[in-house]
């Protein structure tokens, strides 16, 4: 199996949900527990998003989230290639923005979102 690029679609910056089904389900799932339909074709499973808390001594780490967010990781689960830079990938969604507001807003929005998905 081999994963399809495509070029990144529009979504409502201030929707988190949105964003993390259109974005972050494919590899990630539904659920965030790593076994999107993209999942199978990766070296290494994507991280299950849903144990992040509990992985870091019960509490959400929003500032790691959100960096990896906006500069990528340098986990290779996808091979060759790194977890898409969503940071530049916003910012290009939202270039008429002088100041890259939105795409700092998106990361934000979807920072939360994925805290949202944390095991209990």
Known sequence: MTVKT???VYTHPDDGREMYVSYCAPC??????GNG?????????PTNLTLLAKTHGGK???EAVNTTLTF????QAHGDLKMPVWGDLFHSLDSRNEESSVSTMRIQNLT?????LQAK
């Open 112 to 116: 939360n979102y994925i805290k949202t």
């Open 6 to 8: 495509k070029p990144i």
């Open 72 to 75: 990528g990781t340098n986990v």
């Open 60 to 62: 959400y780490p929003s």
């Open 37 to 45: 339909p993209a999942a199978p074709a990766f070296k290494q499973v």
């Open 28 to 33: 990630h799932g539904m659920t965030g527990a």
